[in-house]
């Protein structure tokens, strides 16, 4: 009986950790053409294949941390202000690895934007009724 408890206990723990999945990590450091560091960039690092972001912030150092992700290929996407936006794609991420992607920065315009203005079609959205006017010739 207590062979058999072991036995079982034992498969119970071997499956258990059998489906487990393995992740990796991708860190790095941004800095700028001078190599001095960048703070408070926004790290977007996007699983290309299932569309999942991971958002961080670089630290005092210039250091991201992307942790937990599911191995597979992944884009990294860099926003600050002052710096034009940078995007990296092809990072391939395999099981336990941890991956450093060191990034520089090029200096670009503080903001840029573009305005878009239209006039949208009113629809009645209280309703399913339609109308029409008719003019009666003759």
């Known amino acids: 009986m207590r062979k058999t408890i072991l036995i079982l206990l034992s498969l119970g723990l071997s499956l258990a950790?059998?489906?487990?999945?393995?992740?990796?990590?991708?860190?790095?450091?941004?800095?700028?053409p001078t190599g001095a560091v960048v703070v408070g960039a926004q790290v977007t690092v996007t699983q290309t294949a299932m569309n999942f972001e991971t958002v961080t912030v670089?630290?005092?150092?210039?250091?991201?941390?992307?942790?937990?992700l599911r191995p597979?290929?992944?884009r990294i996407t860099i926003t600050a202000p002052g710096f034009k936006k940078l995007v990296r794609d092809g990072i391939d991420l395999r099981i336990g690895q941890t991956l450093a992607v060191n990034l520089v920065l090029e200096v670009g315009t503080l903001t840029e934007s573009i305005e878009v203005r239209a006039q949208a079609q009113?629809?009645?959205?209280?309703?399913?009724?339609?109308?029409?006017t008719l003019t009666a010739c003759g």
């Open 122 to 132: 009113l629809l009645e959205s209280e309703t399913s009724a339609t109308g029409a």
């Open 72 to 74: 597979g290929p992944y």
């Open 58 to 68: 670089t630290n005092e150092e210039g250091l991201y941390r992307a942790l937990n």
């Open 17 to 32: 950790l059998w489906a487990q999945i393995e992740n990796g990590n991708i860190t790095g450091r941004v800095t700028d």
